[in-house]
């Protein structure tokens, strides 16, 4: 067999290791931090489906839901009815809600997240609130719950006031906890629960807002038929059938469940890749180092070799030590891996609908240690299969070994090909997608490999210098990090890879606000107003103009619905099982502007624009410009007829032209476009965009406009551009943990590397103050030399992130790139400081030695 | 024991070739003990290295106890080395991670054998080299002297029917160098092994049943096939021994 170790390498091996676990223990520590990062990651991930599992219902808060945009037709009302269990109904919209602080004197609005409910919602779980309790008591009372955020920026208490369309309400209690929504929730808008019948009387849910109307059903031990979730999906495609035309929102606890665990999925995906770099860069280290001890075994390899040891025993020697070291390397890192599991919640608090339950993931924890110890076997393969190269020869001769020259370049291919699947194996089973897995190893070899090429490029670069007029401490520091068995390279791309990490994702970070910046900077809108009718435009415009703000567009909105696409009903294509199109633009309920002209954001890619046309009633097909994505989803071309119901009347309209729209905008763009000259006698409400000259103009304005008219939502996009902020840092910050696992792994890898070359360092060092260099000296080379490593280091990760900036910002942002120096600066400077950190820690006993000591150590 | 028929060796040196060993032919007696010596760069060690089958003739055969060195692949090498084969370095090559008891165990473990049944044979050993106190010993420990007689005690330990020894006392002062000249024909001669030396102390070749004299890759001169045990040679290594009784 082989394959199996005999008694002899075992003995070996152990008797080998004994002496060194320390640095041996070091050299694996590579892969530490990456699997730790994999532990934690995969075990949170099992932590959050166990809570969903726990959950579930809580999730929902009833065992099914369903909503659509407009009130219940007779059909569907029929059916709910016949349905029973126990049921809540909710309207949902977002409105300007006006709150009134009894500690200030100022009134403050803000486009609000209005759930009118009636009703025991939710069955399952609790809303929490402050004081506890007020969720039972809201609808008798016909008080308010408000968002704790809102709350505590304007400083409201329980008993202050909230104005929700012409209705004023008392705020009963502050919303803690809704089941089911993260506080991320809050970003979008203060969320405010108020009593159902309220709603009717604020007058909003007739004028053109955006509605819900859900309705909760919780099925009791009083339905027996109802308690499976194929029971509850089947009544759930039942009530689909019924409202055959229309969009009707089903959602079960299992079907809330998967979109959750699709979520969760997705973002310990990301966040598990990100890991994966570390893990890779740590068994990049770990390679190296075994390079570095496969060459300095040599000669006790040769010894073996020439005492009759078979080329088979000294491989599994040393095989046998690797694997040891990967298996140590891997536990390590799993137990910090369970350690950091404990804490990793924290940086998802705000995204997580409920509290975790934390626990051992056995699943979690074999996969990250399997998955650390096959990684660096793999990546050592090729510099162990060296050891079969040895030649006895070297005993009598010695010359230098150096292990990668000697296999044959049949093998290395082999074996490189090997690792790659292997790799592309592990990852498609981690992220289970082939696909993605071979892009993501593809793309991670790239980038490994242009972090190596630029690494060297800046090592050759260093070591060019000619630095004559340096003093002796700078020259000597410098040419330390190209003693023979330098592992400069890889320690450069190690810690390089953190430094593009961590830099490109604040850099990209940083584009993302400065897009959202550039569109409200100048004379772009920063306040947009909608749902106005058109009886109320005039005055609107009146209240902005006497306060100084500048209008930029009045923008009129006309809904609609698809009724035939060339000559086909809608109703008949939804039922033909091999149509193209998608559901949703069927059924869609489009809102549509008219103009004579294209704006900036509109840029024409198939047709022609045709700006104007006769009315209805005219007999003439109006030619119409489709956003290419609608263009797609309807599977239509130029020239394709579509007619249109406008509240009843039906529109001919033909596709003239397809454009491609940049919604990214704050200005209302339009999937789908009229020309002028059809629409205008249609009923219709606006949307207005103006530029205000300041914060509180914004904020005075906007009460104002809500005063008179309480239907009339704004957008403030100072606050929007805020909540976007907010919303990446938190993003951002997770993404940035995870690229600090990147770092810490090029901090262990320099410790082992420094470790490996700990006894030529120290002979070094004895030979220097044996010429009579003083400690200080000594000191200030060691601190040249990792000074020189940092820095090179970020200077390849920062190079390298600011070219991906700039990619970034000039193919996908649209952006002239302007970097936040200071920001990398800083990064790199603290980067710098824990290399050094860590060189000194390797380093302070060798000071303390005394020469004659070390003089008797031997190679090892 | 060993024949060399014909050995060649050329080492390709930038374009042209550089032969380093040519034709050399010679056969060693069992028993018996021979230097090689030469001025240095005349493929002394080279010659060893193929003999001991470290490396391989470019044309001709060496011939150990009968096996062709040149159709054997390297781990039936090292199985050969392993039965046959003693090896005492210049520079000792100890394993720096064993002990000196573990270094000397290292041939007969290799074989498979226990660590009960080798470890009184190699504390044997070490006493009979000197090493009595320093058994559990690592290399970097011992001084060079004490380092060979280490490497001498693992080179008998699994009685090879040959011992190469590429300039034993090389790294060694002349007065430790004596010392473990004295060791190695002493026990050499308890334990019958064949003995191939390359040297460049005339005192130490002088003490060898016959020597070989390389220059520029031939055989310059060769005293000639020993018979057996040749008396002259038999009578020196007594002698010796004798000496070293009384000196200690
Ligand atoms: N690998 C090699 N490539 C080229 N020339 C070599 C090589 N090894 C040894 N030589 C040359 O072979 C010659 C003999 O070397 P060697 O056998 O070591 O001589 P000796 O041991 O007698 O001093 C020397 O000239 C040396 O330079
Ligand atoms: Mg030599």
């Known amino acids: ?860 | 024991m060993l024949r060399v028929e014909d050995l060649t060796k050329t080492y390709q040196s930038g374009d042209r070739p550089l032969t380093v060993l040519d034709r050399v032919t010679f056969e060693i007696e069992p028993g018996t003990s021979c230097a090689i010596v030469g001025p240095s760069g005349s493929g002394k060690t080279t010659l060893l290295g193929l003999c001991a089958g470290l490396d391989r003739a470019t044309s001709g055969d060496v011939y150990l106890k009968d096996h062709s060195l040149r159709i054997l692949d390297e781990d039936a090498l090292a199985v050969i080395r392993n039965r046959h084969i003693g090896f005492v370095f210049q520079s000792f090559q100890l394993i720096p991670t064993l002990t000196a008891l573990e270094n000397v165990m290292v041939p007969m473990e290799l074989r498979g054998a226990g660590y009960e049944e080798v470890s009184a044979r190699a504390e044997r050993l070490l006493v009979e080299v000197g090493l009595a106190g320093r058994i559990h010993h690592y290399p970097t420990q011992l001084s060079g002297g004490e380092q060979q007689r280490v490497g001498m005690a693992r080179a008998f330990i699994h009685e090879p029917d040959i011992l190469f020894a590429d300039e034993p006392t090389g790294n060694l002062d002349e007065e430790t160098g004596s010392q473990i000249e004295e060791i190695l024909f002493d026990l050499n001669q308890k334990e019958g092994t064949t003995l191939v030396i390359v040297t460049h102390d005339p005192e130490l070749a002088a003490q060898c049943d016959r020597i070989i004299r390389l220059k520029g890759g031939r055989v310059a001169t060769d005293s000639g096939p020993a018979a057996g045990s040749a008396a002259p040679a038999g009578f020196n290594r007594n002698s010796r021994s004798a000496k070293k009784m009384v000196d200690s």
């Open chain 1, 1 to 860: 067999m082989p394959l199996i170790p005999d008694l002899f390498s075992f003995k070996t091996a152990w008797r080998d290791a004994r002496t060194q676990f320390r640095s041996l223990l070091l050299y694996s520590g590579g892969i530490v931090a990456g699997v730790a990062a994999l532990v934690a990651i995969l075990s949170f991930r099992s932590d959050v489906m166990l809570t969903v599992n726990d959950q579930a219902r809580e999730l929902l808060g009833a065992d099914l839901e369903i909503s659509l945009n407009e009130p219940y037709g007779d059909s569907l009302t029929a059916w709910v009815d016949s349905v029973g269990g126990e049921q809540a109904r909710s309207i949902e919209f977002s409105s300007m809600v006006l709150y009134r602080s009894s500690n200030s004197d100022d009134d403050a609005t803000r486009l609000s997240q209005i759930r009118a409910i009636d009703g025991a919602f939710p069955f399952y779980g609790e809303i929490k609130t402050e004081p506890s309790g007020a969720a039972m008591n809201y609808q008798e009372e016909r008080t308010a719950l408000v968002d704790r955020p809102i709350m505590n920026q304007l400083g409201l208490q329980v008993g202050d006031s909230i104005r929700v369309g012409t209705e004023w309400l008392e705020i009963a209690g502050m919303i803690l906890e809704v089941p089911g929504e993260s506080a991320a929730f809050s970003l979008i808008g203060p969320r405010i629960i108020i009593p159902e019948e309220v709603a009717s009387g604020t007058g909003l849910l007739d004028r053109g807002s955006r509605v819900q109307y859900k309705t909760w059903f919780r099925f009791g031990p009083d339905r027996p038929e109802l308690q499976s979730d194929e029971a509850v999906e089947e009544l759930a495609s039942e009530a689909r059938e019924r409202v055959s035309d229309r969009r009707l929102g089903v959602t079960t606890v299992a079907s809330r469940m998967d979109d959750f665990s699709r979520i969760v999925d997705n973002l310990t995906k990301f966040l598990g890749m990100v890991g994966f770099i570390a893990l890779m860069l740590g068994a990049l280290g770990v390679a190296s180092a075994v390079y570095v001890y496969i060459k300095r075994k040599s000669i006790t390899v040769a010894t073996l070799r020439c005492l009759g040891a078979s080329s088979r025993q000294t491989l599994h020697i040393f095989g046998l030590q690797i694997a040891g070291l990967g298996f140590a390397g891997a536990l390590a890192g799993s137990l910090l891996g369970l350690i950091i599991q404990r804490f990793l919640p924290l940086l998802f608090t705000d995204f997580l609908p409920f509290e975790l339950v934390q626990q051992v993931s056995v699943p979690a924890l074999m996969l990250g240690f399997l998955t650390g110890v096959a990684v660096s076997f793999a990546f050592a393969v090729l510099p162990l299969l060296s050891i079969n190269n040895i030649s006895p020869l070297l005993t009598i001769r010695s010359t230098d070994f150096s292990p990668l020259a000697h296999v044959p370049k049949r093998i290395k291919a082999t074996v490189g090909v090997g690792v790659i699947l292997l790799l592309i194996a592990i990852l498609a089973l981690l992220l289970e997608s082939i696909a993605v897995a071979v892009l993501f190893v593809g793309g991670l070899i790239a980038s490994i490999l242009i972090l190596m090429g630029t690494s060297v490029l800046l090592i050759r670069l260093a070591r060019s210098m000619r630095l004559r007029s340096f003093s002796y401490i700078w020259r000597q520091g410098i040419a330390n990090m190209f003693r023979p068995n330098n592992q400069t390279a890889v320690l450069v791309t190690t810690l390089g890879m953190g430094m593009l990490l961590i830099g490109s994702m604040y850099l990209s970070q940083e584009m993302i606000l400065q897009r959202i910046d550039l569109q409200t900077g100048g004379n772009q809108p920063n306040l947009v107003f909608y749902d106005i009718q058109t009886d109320q435009r005039e005055d609107i415009i009146e209240i902005a103009e006497s306060h100084d703000t500048q209008i930029l567009e009045q923008v009129p909105i006309v809904s609609m619905r698809l009724s035939r696409l060339n000559d086909r009903p809608v109703r008949e294509i939804r039922e033909d099982t091999t149509r193209q199109a998608g559901n949703w633009a069927l059924t869609r309920e489009y809102r549509v502007s008219y103009r004579d002209e294209l704006n900036e954001a509109e840029t024409i890619r198939e047709g022609e624009w045709i700006g104007r046309s006769e009315g209805i009633g005219s007999g003439v097909t109006v030619p119409v410009s489709l956003d290419h994505r609608l263009a797609d989803d309807l599977n239509v071309e130029l020239n394709d007829r579509l007619t249109f119901d406008v509240q009843g009347v039906p529109v001919e309209t033909y596709v003239a032209s397809i454009r491609e729209v940049d919604f990214q905008r704050p200005q209302p763009n339009f999937f789908l476009l009229f020309p002028s000259g059809v629409l205008e006698q249609a009923p219709q409400f606006f949307a207005v965009t103006m530029r205000s000259p300041d914060e509180l103009t914004t904020a005075q304005l906007q009460q104002e406009v809500v005063q008179a008219h309480p239907n009339v939502s704004a957008i403030d996009i100072g606050l929007v551009l805020e909540s976007v902020q907010t919303f990446l840092d938190k993003v951002a910050m997770a993404v940035q943990f995870m690229a600090l696992f990147s770092i810490l792994t090029g901090l262990i890898v320099l410790a082992s590397a420094i470790a490996i070359s700990r006894f030529q360092r120290i002979r070094e060092s004895v030979l220097l103050r044996t010429i009579g260099a003083s400690r200080r000296q000594i000191r200030g080379i060691q601190v040249v030399e990792y000074l020189w490593l940092g820095t090179l280091a970020c200077l390849t990760g920062v190079l390298l992130s600011l070219i991906a900036g700039w990619l970034l910002a000039y193919f996908y942002f649209d952006l002239v790139f302007v970097p936040d120096v200071p920001a990398l600066v800083v990064a790199s400077l603290i980067v710098i400081a824990l290399t050094l950190a860590v060189g000194f820690l390797n380093m302070r006993n060798i000071l303390h030695k005394s020469p004659l000591e070390i003089l008797r150590l031997n190679a090892e």
